[in-house]
């Protein structure tokens, strides 16, 4: 019974110190934008909690899926192969790089990202294959869905720091942070001045489908 009445304490804790954060990402046409990392920067001392999740990045009909995750710091990612061919996954993206060996069939691999940044995947085996892992040293991010819009939640109401990433997005681009001052909700709208690249098709397919 204690226990319940404690949990119920910090549920009411967090309910009454949460934030809510509506982030819209739109084009520079004033379109929205699908599939945009969204991330909430906070500053704390020492390291987050560990992730309570792990990811998958599949690999289906010699494509990674999806095209690209949105991971905490410290997460397990599963490499599972779905093909029936063997795949070669690797990344050259330093401090995050790594080597799988050749596997195909039901041989599930994790790695464990435990820096932030930008993970770019290949495969030696299938040149066409690629794909992204945004590692982010937050507990609070998120993607857009179809209207450009991703909805955030976080514990700490004072200002923060929210970021936008896509491999979309030129690296050179600006207007990727925006600082929220303090309140329990917000809204902001990230206008992407310059010309995005094109999107990859199957994740516009996948998000139209979750759509319905």
Not at 182 to 209: C, H, M, N, V
Request: aromatic share 8%; net charge negative; proline share 5%.
């Amino acid at each position: 019974m204690r226990m319940l009445l404690a949990v119920a304490l910090l549920l009411a804790m967090f309910s009454l110190n949460a934030a809510e954060i509506e982030v819209t990402v739109l084009d520079r046409d004033g379109e929205p934008v699908p599939n945009i990392a969204v991330y909430v920067q906070l500053d704390h001392d020492g390291p987050l909690p560990a992730p309570t999740d792990s990811a998958v990045m599949a690999q289906i009909d010699t494509r990674f899926v999806p095209h690209f995750l949105v991971v905490q710091t410290g997460t397990q990612v599963e490499f599972s192969n779905s093909d029936v061919v063997a795949h070669h996954v690797y990344s050259f993206s330093n401090p995050n790089n790594f080597m799988l060996p050749l596997y195909k069939g039901d041989l599930q691999t994790q790695i464990e990202f435990d820096h932030d940044g930008v993970v770019t995947l290949g495969c030696n085996i299938h040149d066409h294959m690629l794909a992204y892992i945004l590692v982010v040293d937050s507990r609070v991010f998120g993607k857009t869905n179809i209207e450009g819009k991703a909805q955030l939640t976080t514990d700490n109401p004072n200002g923060l720091t929210v970021n936008i990433w896509s491999p979309r997005i030129e690296l050179n681009h600006e207007n990727l942070i925006q600082t929220v001052k303090a309140g329990r909700s917000a809204q902001i709208t990230f206008l992407l001045t310059e010309k995005l690249r094109a999107p990859y098709s199957d994740d516009l397919e996948a998000l139209s489908w979750n759509q319905h």
